[in-house]
């Protein structure tokens, strides 16, 4: 795959991530701080809410694919997209109870894969989550601070 090819492929994974649909998953997902797999279990049922989980998890799976069968170059992801980090880390922590959940031991694979695989990636990994738990922090002392006026 050349370059070119890979940065067509990119281009074309972020106009999918503009559809409406796409959009609402994706910032419904931002304010998605699941505590358990169970949590996460109980969203994807969820008649409202579970369709915009299954949608990003999966598109983002999807898009790790294509970078482990080589159709995307992974630096080239790695260096134009971040979306895919914050997704992962926010299912990470309960993958195991996941998986065998569902007895799926490859659930999420290709997403663990790309960010396990990048240079520093479980490194910028537990980062990532240090800062999701830092915006969590800060979303509820605004919701407390707004219960209070």
């Not at 790309?114 to 915006?135: F, H, M, P, S, Y």
């Amino acid at each position: 795959m050349s370059k070119v090819e890979s940065a067509d492929l990119i281009l074309k994974l972020y106009d999918l991530r503009r559809e409406a649909t796409m959009r609402k998953a994706r910032d419904w997902f931002f304010t998605f701080n699941p505590t358990s797999a169970q949590d996460v279990m109980s969203t994807m049922m969820n008649p409202e809410v579970g369709p915009y989980l299954r949608m990003v998890t999966s598109y983002w799976d999807m898009a790790a694919s294509f970078v482990n069968h080589g159709a995307i170059d992974a630096e080239m992801f790695n260096d134009t997209v971040g979306e895919h980090m914050m997704v992962f880390a926010k299912i990470e922590p309960f993958l195991a109870e996941l998986r065998e959940m569902w007895q799926e031991p490859k659930a999420f694979y290709h997403l663990e894969k790309v960010i396990l695989d990048r240079e520093n990636g479980a490194e910028k990994l537990k980062k990532t989550q240090e800062w999701l738990k830092t915006i969590q922090e800060q979303m509820a002392g605004a919701q407390a601070s707004e219960a209070v006026a």
